[in-house]
């Protein structure tokens, strides 16, 4: 070869001679150290064209790839050398060999040439081994490709983002486990119907761009719901891939889509006329900036009240930096919502700044949508609950998130306990918790059911218990006991069984005679729910509340008791998630658009 090579550069497997690593491997480096080319020809094993493709794509080289190891008798009579080529069948013997590298099917090509293995060729295409550059990716189709994290040890002592994403190659690899089935469970699942396998096929061809549009489409928010949303139990749990293995890793191709939109500079298009007609929305969290981009994309003139300094609602105040990144995630999402024309308002109190009725009537709105939130927190009226060192994890959480107050210079002052005591087993819990561990505490999770009926994630409890977290199951506080100075020193604690199954579905958990004990603590947090504020309702004649103070909605709407105002989320639900207050958000935007349109 280096007697008709101008410049020949080779790569083994094993480093034994020159680069070590695939060819992708030494073309990255030559990328890297400054060489550009114009034009790329692959020759060789499809795997390897597949990837070398996949890399000269995202490079923006040109690339041609040659399919005559397909071809059997040259002639286009035996039909064996058929491809998917842009989507529609070619035959390497007699369109090719060389085609679009870009265009290629791949994937479909190695599904086909599995006839002519052996049974050794067979097992090992089963579970590809895909090296790229240092790293080998393996692809076993029933189990996810891992996502890297920090390690438990280093992470529980910082507060930096603990899961790490997938990367190009690591996305690509997973999505080519998704089986674009042709009545997809997972949109069902999904609470604001994102096109799941659309957006998938576009990150296994190389596409994040396409793949953003797509979700763009559907969410406002997706770099937050691919971080923070429950997909075990919503588009992950109807994956059809799941019911014999694991399913797709729909949540972290989500998070990767819009991380690498945000990395290329993408961001949401609106071309939508204005409509004439103004829309104010209360509450910058996850519903009214759902419900405000909707609207926006329909030509509203949107403009959106915030109680608090900064937008984000419980993105800002509730979710810990280590979760959700809050201006390298959070306030990124929040300006692509802006970008479709949204205006907000922030330190504005509706309620006592300006009532709704003169939203309605004097500043000229034609409807309302309230996305306040549930931020009035719980407890449990036990003895000693008013000491001094008992926290709602709503406090706790928002010195922390909102205010920087893990911070070495932070000026909002938090308690930086020796031993925490968190009660609750909620993903709320969950992140008081951690955030206690960070902060230098020996920290233990009080929860009176059993681990089977934890409503926190499984990805939160398994993080926590690998940072050290102490779960005491099955267990109850009856008291929390005090110094002579009112700090807390303890708390008393009664074990638990579970008996019959209660309202909500779980086993009723009851007291065992006799069990009490205590635990030596100097902070409580109380991590028990929350419920909606009742300012809005008390300054709104004809809003009406439940016994719970969530906002009545008429039955399969999210229109209230008072004409032209409409609620979603945790307003109405009380504490719920994120994707389900997004999807309230996106069905008021529907119901708001219906409305109008009809009243005019």
């Not at 953003?212 to 937050?224: G, K, Q």
């Not at 010195?399 to 909620?426: C, E, F, Q, W």
């Not at 307003?571 to 219906?594: F, H, P, R, W, Y």
Request: charge should be negative.
């Amino acid at each position: 070869m280096k007697e008709v090579c101008g410049n020949l550069y080779c790569a083994t497997d094993d480093g034994s001679y020159g680069v070590h690593g695939t060819g992708s491997t030494a073309l990255q480096q030559l990328y890297d150290e400054g060489k550009r080319y114009d034009h790329c020809v692959i020759i060789g094993p499809m795997i390897m064209m597949k990837f070398t493709s996949m890399l000269t794509k995202k490079l923006g080289i040109p690339t041609v790839v040659s399919m005559n190891t397909v071809m059997v008798d040259g002639t286009g009579m035996c039909g064996a050398c058929r491809l998917l080529v842009g989507g529609k069948v070619r035959f390497a013997c007699v369109d090719g060999p060389e085609f679009d590298g870009f265009a290629v099917d791949y994937d479909q090509a190695m599904q086909r040439s599995k006839l002519y293995k052996t049974e050794e060729g067979r097992l090992l295409l089963k579970e590809l081994q895909i090296t790229e550059g240092k790293m080998a990716i393996s692809v076993d189709m029933m189990k996810k490709v891992p996502v890297r994290e920090q390690e438990p040890a280093v992470r529980a002592k910082n507060f930096e983002e603990v899961c790490l994403g997938y990367n190009d190659e690591e996305a690509m690899a997973e999505a080519t486990r998704c089986l674009d089935c042709k009545n997809p469970r997972c949109v069902q699942g999904c609470p604001v119907s994102i096109n799941i396998p659309a957006f998938i096929q576009e990150v296994k061809n190389g596409n994040p761009a396409k793949a953003y549009e797509i979700i763009s489409e559907s969410s406002s928010l997706p770099a937050v719901c691919g971080r923070v949303c429950p997909q075990e139990t919503q588009c992950e749990g109807q994956c059809i891939r799941g019911i014999k293995g694991e399913p797709v890793s729909i949540g972290k191709l989500e998070r990767y889509t819009a991380d690498k939109a945000k990395e290329l500079g993408i961001r949401p298009v609106n071309s939508a006329r204005p409509n004439g007609k103004k829309v104010a929305v209360i509450g910058a969290g996850p519903s009214g900036l759902t419900c405000a981009g909707d609207l926006a994309k329909l030509g509203y003139s949107v403009t959106i009240f915030e109680a608090l300094h900064k937008a984000g609602g419980v993105l800002v105040y509730g979710i810990p930096e280590f979760r959700l990144p809050k201006e390298r995630v959070v306030a990124k999402e929040i300006e692509n919502v802006e970008s479709l024309g949204v205006k907000i308002e922030t330190d504005v109190v509706i309620g006592r700044s300006a009532t709704i009725d003169d939203l309605l009537e004097k500043e000229g709105f034609d409807a309302v949508f309230i996305g306040s939130g549930a931020g009035l927190p719980r407890f449990m009226n036990i003895p000693g609950e008013q000491a001094l060192g008992v926290f709602s994890a709503n406090e706790y959480l928002t010195r922390s998130n909102l205010m920087h107050a893990y911070r070495d210079d932070a000026r909002t002052p938090i308690m930086r306990a020796k031993k925490a005591v968190v009660v609750g087993g909620g993903n709320v819990a969950m992140d008081a918790a951690r955030t206690a561990l960070r902060l230098g505490a020996e920290t233990h999770i009080v929860y009176r059911r059993s681990e089977q009926e934890l409503p926190a994630r499984k990805e939160e409890v398994g993080h926590a218990k690998e940072e050290g977290i102490i779960f005491d199951l099955l267990t109850n506080p009856v008291e929390i006991t005090t110094s002579e100075d009112g700090w807390v020193n303890g708390i008393n604690c009664v074990r638990m069984q579970l008996g019959e199954p209660d309202a909500s579905g779980r086993r009723r958990p009851e007291e065992i005679p006799g069990s009490e004990f205590h635990i030596d603590c100097d902070c409580v947090i109380m991590a028990l729910g929350t419920s909606p504020n009742p300012l809005l309702h008390t300054t709104t004649p004809g809003l009406e509340v439940n016994k719970k103070g969530c906002l009545i909605v008429r039955d399969g709407s999210e229109e209230t008791t008072k004409d032209g105002v409409f609620a979603g989320g945790d307003a109405v639900t009380g504490a719920a998630t994120v994707i389900l207050a997004m999807g309230a958000g996106k069905e008021a935007a529907k119901e708001i658009d219906s409305y109008l349109k009809n009243r005019a």
